[in-house]
């Protein structure tokens, strides 16, 4: 019973990150609407937002982290998602209440997390991190603007791999 409503407040967590992502994804694309639904494709299998032209690299990589802490700390239920941390369109799609209830659905299924590892990325406005979380490891995907100030515009978290 317990593993089903874990399984399904991940799923549902999933789905509702995939849908604010998925969107935004779309909106940064520049390619004509015949070329977006492959792009659309490609970022569902690997969220990492293409680079765009003039990113200041350093300011980027420092937004990831401070948006990712900020994030983290919501998991952890320290503090609640502020919306200035996400962009327009991110919170469209997925309203600020409905990714804090995911996330604390998260938090009840796998407990208190914590960053153990980030992933090299291509793009500077794009990570990949693996969550360790009290019972299983919890991969977070995140993408910020190309432009400052530099709010989430994706966020998917995948399965989690249990202990």
């Known amino acids: 019973m317990v593993s089903t409503k874990t399984s399904k407040a991940l ?4 789905v509702l990150a995939a849908a604010g992502f998925m969107s935004s994804a779309q909106a940064q694309n520049d390619t004509p609407a015949d070329a977006a639904a492959p792009a659309a494709a490609a970022a569902q299998a690997a969220p990492a937002a293409p680079a765009a032209p003039n990113v200041d690299a350093a300011a980027a990589d420092a937004a990831l982290r401070k948006r990712l802490q900020a994030v983290i700390s919501s998991l ?21 209440d409905v990714v804090q209830k995911a996330l ?26 693996l969550l360790g979380c009290t019972k299983g490891f ?25 202990k």
């Open 11 to 14: 799923c549902l967590a999933a």
């Open 76 to 96: 952890d239920g320290k503090n609640k998602l502020a919306a200035s941390n996400f962009s327009e369109q991110f919170l469209k799609n997925s309203p600020i």
């Open 104 to 129: 604390d659905s998260m938090r009840a299924g796998v407990g208190s997390c914590q960053p153990v590892g980030r992933m090299q990325s291509s793009s500077p406005i794009a990570t990949s991190v």
């Open 138 to 162: 919890v991969p977070l995907e995140l993408a910020v603007e190309p432009q400052a100030p530099y709010r989430i515009s994706g966020i998917l978290l995948r399965p989690a791999f249990w």
